[in-house]
T-cell receptor, first 113, second 111 residues
Framework: EAQVTQNPRYLITVTGKKLTVTCSQN?????MSWYRQDPGLGLRQIYY???????DKGDVPEGYKVSRKEKRNFPLILESPSPNQTSLYFC????????????FGPGTRLLVL | QQPVQSPQAVILREGEDAVINCSSS?????VHWYRQKHGEAPVFLMI?????EQKGHEKISASFNEKKQQSSLYLTASQLSYSGTYFC????????????FGGGTRLMVKP
């Protein structure tokens, strides 16, 4: 079954404690991205990757890091989380076929105290 | 750069129709429509490509006006299950070939 997985699904942490949210896809997609979703603001892109070792900033990259060492994995790293990073996070992937849409992971709900 | 959706919210009775609009100031290569239930991942509904090709949900229709850089999603004879937030996503080259989303339209269908 084609899918994007994220872990953990729920996370409560404290300010300044480094954390990583993992993302993995089994569709051999080149493109992957992280979004955050906040009430009234829709889905905003944090970082994206066009292939292994190729990453770039999206619209709201401050406070986040990513890496793409393998095609299937695209972890999101918060080096020093702050309360304004409390949000719902989605990982997504997409292939290169023109008419193919993108697939979302189930989401990670993060609370930073 | 983010597509603009309207209206922001709609309340319907079962069986009524609704139209959700999505417009962009930049050239659109394709428009993707999603529906999201609260706290869940967005679910793909339909994709519209330049040239008029459509792929997606059989019970939902949409249009894509390339000249105006606009798309509209048509929900007819709404059902309770249509409730949720609808997002349009657009492909722009500077977003890594991933979708840039509008702010969403919250749809509530009441019995």
């Amino acid at each position: 079954e084609a899918q994007v997985t994220q872990n953990p699904r729920y996370l409560i942490t404290v300010t300044g404690k480094k954390l990583t949210v993992t993302c993995s896809q089994n569709m051999n997609h080149e493109y992957m991205s992280w979004y955050r979703q906040d009430p009234g603001l829709g889905l905003r892109q944090i970082y994206y990757s066009m292939n292994v070792e190729v990453t770039d900033k999206g619209d709201v990259p401050e406070g986040y890091k990513v890496s793409r060492k393998e095609k299937r994995n695209f972890p999101l790293i918060l080096e020093s989380p702050s309360p304004n990073q409390t949000s719902l996070y989605f990982c997504a992937s997409r292939g290169t076929v023109t008419y193919e849409t993108q697939y979302f992971g189930p989401g990670t709900r993060l609370l930073v105290l | 750069q983010q597509p603009v959706q309207s209206p922001q919210a709609v309340i319907l009775r079962e069986g009524e129709d609704a139209v959700i609009n999505c417009s962009s100031s930049k050239a659109l290569y394709s428009v993707h429509w999603y529906r999201q239930k609260h706290g869940e991942a967005p679910v793909f509904l339909m994709i519209l490509l330049k040239g008029g090709e459509q792929k997606g949900h059989e019970k939902i229709s949409a249009s894509f006006n390339e000249k105006k850089q606009q798309s509209s999603l048509y929900l007819t004879a709404s059902q309770l299950s249509y409730s949720g937030t609808y997002f349009c996503g657009s492909l722009f080259l500077n977003a890594g070939n991933m979708l840039t989303f509008g702010g969403g339209t919250r749809l509530m269908v009441k019995p």
